[in-house]
T-cell receptor
């Protein structure tokens, strides 16, 4: 079946612009996660959605970062007023539930802020 | 704060050798531990998941062990092949939600 998909695959933007990154989870998966992978920090958790519950935003690095999940499926990660340090690969993952199930990752969006 | 460490950071071995990758974590209160593989420019592929109550999991030439009390896990790869070349990431799950990742081991199998 189809895996987790993310778009765009690559994004180049200028400092100060806003960007939106999209994630389509595996159909039927109720849990969705965003992670960021950068050279200096490795892979770090950003935000987690489970069903209709309030998201766990504890990993978001600043208030310039926000995410939403519409209809319990597609999610959008928005970065406002991008900075050069936001350059990274943004990975989305989904799992069947939040009960410690395997997380399946998408291919990521490579963001470069000039 | 949970910290995950992977040693070595990079490993290069001849084809056919058996090898072990190491992962250690500071807080034993984990839900499970996962090993992932990442190819250059790609996302993560889940290899093995070990629940906190389990000691090991096997899939083909891969075997992962978990010792919660000592905060260690190993990934054993038997009869390595050039196609095994990738970065291997260990991650622990706390609170059934977010994964905490190690920095990875970059593995190169030389033909």
């Amino acid at each position: 079946g189809a895996g987790v998909s993310q778009s765009p695959s690559n994004k180049v933007t200028e400092k100060g612009k806003d960007v939106e990154l999209r994630c389509d989870p595996i159909s039927g998966h109720t849990a969705l996660y965003w992670y960021r992978q950068s050279l200096g920090q490795g892979l770090e958790f950003l935000i987690y959605f489970q069903g209709n519950s309030a998201p766990d935003k504890s990993g978001l690095p600043s208030d310039r970062f926000s995410a939403e999940r519409t209809g319990g499926s597609v999610s959008t990660l928005t970065i406002q007023r991008t900075q050069q340090e936001d350059s990274a690969v943004y990975l989305c993952a989904s799992s069947f539930s939040s009960g410690g199930e395997t997380q399946y990752f998408g291919p990521g969006t490579r963001l470069l802020v000039l | 704060k949970q910290e995950v460490t992977q040693i070595p950071a990079a490993l290069s071995v001849p084809e056919g050798e058996n090898l072990v990758l190491n992962c250690s974590f500071t807080d034993s209160a984990i839900y499970n531990l996962q090993w992932f593989r990442q190819d250059p420019g790609k996302g993560l592929t889940s290899l093995l998941l070990i629940q906190s109550s389990q000691r090991e999991q096997t899939s083909g030439r891969l075997n992962a062990s978990l010792d919660k009390s000592s905060g260690r896990s190993t990934l054993y790869i038997a009869a390595s092949q050039p196609g095994d070349s990738a970065t291997y990431l260990c991650a622990v799950l706390r609170g059934a939600q977010k994964l905490v990742f190690g920095q990875g081991t970059r593995l190169t199998i030389n033909p």
